[in-house]
């Protein structure tokens, strides 16, 4: 531990930050987009004013602050949320609050945020296994290949013979703190990452990321995706089964990737949850390379489709972690919702007839409106759905888009009187919150896809604010961009390399109110929001992942996409259906009752939601609150 940091991270764990840096006012310490949003939060000026003054201390814009109001996780201090959006002339600037300064320099540029965005994706470089990382790429956090992958055990929970030959299954990403690598969180990492660059296609295919490969024709964050992509192809086996991950049987300690290398490594379990998520990751990417390497996207394609045949026989065989092996079980993940996720994507790219029936016996309820994670892939079958309305049936389309907005509505609701302007909730501070942020963060970016409503871009942009420094804790969650941001990740690359900053561009997991480790004495049930320590011995609050990396990444990339490009994802283009699947089952459709499917519907209105009702061809709405409507 070094010492410096230690000091610092037990500051801002127990609020006194704020008093050492005498900050009255929470803020994005990174930058604001020129044309964006920009709002900051101010404790103690209720009804006075706040000037904004450029370089040379002239005033450029004041601002009276609203009535300040409280934001539950942050506890019982109320801020007001003082909006300075009208200040678009690119610079730096310095808010005043009764002639004293009040928070961080601020930046605003048409750029703002794409060095942090850049950063973000640049993790993924840094997780690499099976390469050495040079410093031309790496800067000072080079090191040694770890983990060239190529004598792996089989479990005997693959149905492999332990005692036989080996397999190998190098390249891939690091899942997160630890050296292991697991399908199913490596899968929604990975998805995410594909659908950051489909749906920005013109900024990304011009952002340069200094990988190995940025000299190649292929958009860098293409690449480095591919990396993880090689090493998820490997993990199926000769059945088209996919294995659940790849391991040692245990946790190692806080030791480099090549001292780690040391220990044996195993497939281990082959189950449901893997074959469909590897089926949607696959069948994207086969989308998406083709236009790069047709080969590569034919791989992927069959892949996808050998995964899906494969799960189709073996519904019900769930991963079970056994009982000799102790690295992360990700056990538990909804399995159907797996399925229609991998039904949806696979049926978007080849319009299989089998797959068009399983869907159209399908519905999208609204009780499953939750956010993604690798537990729950419903949400990311309804983004499928819903930005694809010329592929799937207008009744499922419309009920898919109705689910986005209406859990887009629901977090924006909670904006109102909120001193810190952000989309969270009590509830929502648990382990990983940021990444529970991000992903709220992108559901209202689809929202803002599908409707064009600014109020979910900026909804999305106040996380983005939020993991910046808009906090009550006045600290960057991400590594080494803002002021004051985190140190000290639970993270064993950077714990065990001797440099003081950790690898740049990491998402700490954030408050968790009920840790467990070394952070359980800064639980505070009364600011959840507070319930942090920046100490890598606390795993619950300080790891890192890829799964948490990943939707950061797609907002705060998107949003500068958006912002450089002035436009967002078309989803009125015609898709066309790449390839031919051969293979596909019949088999018995997704839980579905099609009955009332055809009776009743959630749809789109005028950026409304509303339940549609057709009773002898005569349809009639409903308001969320059960009011007729015109």
């Known amino acids: 531990?070094?010492?410096?940091?230690?000091?610092?991270?037990?500051?801002?764990?127990?609020?006194?930050?704020?008093?050492?840096?005498?900050?009255?006012?929470?803020?994005?310490?990174?930058?604001?987009?020129?044309?964006?949003?920009?709002?900051?939060?101010?404790?103690?000026?209720?009804?006075?004013?706040?000037?904004?003054?450029?370089?040379?201390?002239k005033v450029a814009l004041t601002v009276t602050a609203p009535k300040a109001e409280v934001w539950i996780p942050a506890g019982d201090t109320a801020a007001s949320l003082v909006d300075f959006s009208e200040l678009k002339t690119a610079g730096t600037y310095q808010a005043y609050v009764g002639g004293e300064k009040v928070g961080h320099p601020i930046k605003i540029a048409d750029n703002a945020l794409e060095d942090a965005a850049k950063a973000a994706l640049r993790f993924f470089y840094y997780q690499r296994a099976s390469i050495e990382l040079t410093e031309e790429f790496a800067g000072k956090w080079?090191?040694?290949?770890?983990?060239?992958?190529?004598?792996?055990?089989?479990?005997?929970?693959?149905?492999?013979?332990p005692l036989g030959p080996k397999g190998a299954s190098p390249k891939g990403w690091y899942d997160a703190g630890d050296y292991g690598k697991y399908v199913v969180n490596s899968g929604i990492s990975t998805y995410t990452l594909l659908q950051l660059y489909q749906h920005n296609k013109e900024y990304f295919k011009k952002t340069s990321l200094n990988i190995p490969e940025s000299k190649n024709d292929v958009p860098d964050i293409l690449d480095e995706i591919r990396w993880n992509l090689e090493w998820m192809l490997t993990m199926q086996d000769t059945d088209g089964g996919v294995f659940h991950k790849l391991t040692s049987l245990n946790f190692v300690g806080t030791v480099t990737p090549l001292k780690a290398s040391s220990t044996q490594r195993y497939f281990i379990?082959?189950?449901?949850?893997?074959?469909?998520?590897?089926?949607?990751?696959?069948?994207?990417?086969?989308?998406?390379?083709?236009?790069?390497?047709?080969?590569?996207?034919?791989?992927?394609?069959?892949?996808?489709?050998?995964?899906?045949?494969?799960?189709?026989?073996?519904?019900?065989?769930?991963?079970?972690?056994?009982?000799?092996?102790?690295?992360?079980?990700?056990?538990?993940?909804?399995?159907?919702?797996?399925?229609?996720?991998?039904?949806?994507?696979?049926?978007?790219?080849?319009?299989?007839?089998?797959?068009?029936?399983?869907?159209?016996?399908?519905?999208?309820?609204?009780?499953?409106?939750?956010?993604?994670?690798?537990?729950?892939?419903?949400?990311?079958?309804?983004?499928?759905?819903?930005?694809?309305?010329?592929?799937?049936?207008?009744?499922?389309a419309d009920s898919a888009k109705a689910l986005v907005v209406k859990s887009a509505d629901k977090f924006a609701a909670t904006l109102e009187n909120n001193g810190y302007g952000v989309a969270l909730e009590k509830g929502d501070f648990y382990w990983g919150s940021n990444g529970v942020a991000s992903n709220k963060a992108m559901v209202l970016l689809h929202a803002y896809i599908l409707t064009k409503d600014e109020k979910y871009y900026n909804a999305a942009n106040s996380i983005v604010d939020y993991i910046l420094g808009r906090n009550p804790l006045d600290i960057s969650y991400l590594t080494g961009y803002g002021v004051h941001p985190f140190m000290n990740p639970h993270h064993r690359p950077s714990q065990s390399d001797d440099i003081d900053d950790p690898?740049?561009?990491?998402?700490?997991?954030?408050?968790?109110?009920?840790?467990?480790?070394?952070?359980?004495?800064?639980?505070?049930?009364?600011?959840?929001?507070?319930?942090?320590?920046?100490?890598?011995?606390?795993?619950?609050?300080?790891?890192?992942?890829?799964?948490?990396?990943?939707?950061?990444?797609?907002?705060?990339?998107?949003?500068?996409?958006?912002?450089?490009?002035?436009?967002?994802?078309?989803?009125?283009?015609?898709?066309?259906?790449?390839?031919?699947?051969?293979?596909?089952?019949?088999?018995?459709?997704?839980?579905?009752?099609?009955?009332?499917?055809?009776?009743k519907r959630l749809i789109v209105r005028g950026n409304k939601v509303q339940l549609e009702f057709t009773e002898n061809g005569v349809k009639s709405y409903l308001n969320v609150k059960g009011k007729r409507v015109h």
């Open 503 to 599: 690898v740049p561009g990491m998402i700490a997991g954030g408050a968790n109110a009920s840790a467990t480790d070394c952070a359980k004495a800064y639980n505070n049930p009364n600011a959840v929001a507070k319930s942090y320590y920046d100490n890598s011995c606390s795993y619950a609050t300080n790891e890192v992942a890829i799964n948490w990396n990943a939707p950061f990444a797609y907002t705060i990339g998107s949003l500068q996409a958006i912002a450089s490009t002035g436009k967002s994802y078309d989803v009125s283009e015609k898709a066309q259906a790449q390839y031919e699947v051969n293979s596909i089952p019949t088999k018995r459709a997704l839980r579905t009752n099609p009955a009332s499917a055809n009776n």
């Open 269 to 396: 379990g082959k189950a449901e949850e893997a074959s469909w998520n590897f089926t949607a990751v696959m069948a994207l990417a086969s989308e998406v390379y083709k236009p790069f390497d047709p080969e590569f996207a034919e791989t992927c394609i069959r892949a996808a489709e050998r995964a899906y045949v494969w799960a189709s026989a073996h519904i019900g065989e769930v991963f079970v972690q056994p009982s000799d092996v102790k690295t992360g079980s990700y056990t538990g993940s909804k399995a159907a919702t797996t399925k229609l996720w991998a039904t949806a994507e696979l049926y978007r790219v080849s319009g299989d007839p089998t797959l068009e029936e399983v869907l159209k016996n399908s519905t999208i309820r609204s009780a499953n409106a939750r956010i993604p994670s690798w537990q729950d892939h419903y949400m990311l079958a309804a983004f499928t759905i819903a930005t694809n309305p010329n592929v799937f049936e207008e009744r499922l």
């Open 142 to 161: 080079a090191r040694a290949a770890g983990h060239p992958d190529t004598s792996i055990r089989y479990h005997k929970s693959t149905g492999h013979d």
């Open 1 to 57: 531990m070094r010492i410096n940091n230690f000091i610092k991270g037990t500051l801002v764990a127990t609020g006194l930050a704020s008093s050492l840096f005498a900050a009255t006012a929470f803020q994005n310490q990174v930058g604001f987009l020129t044309n964006g949003q920009k709002q900051i939060a101010v404790i103690g000026a209720e009804n006075q004013e706040v000037q904004f003054k450029d370089e040379s201390g």
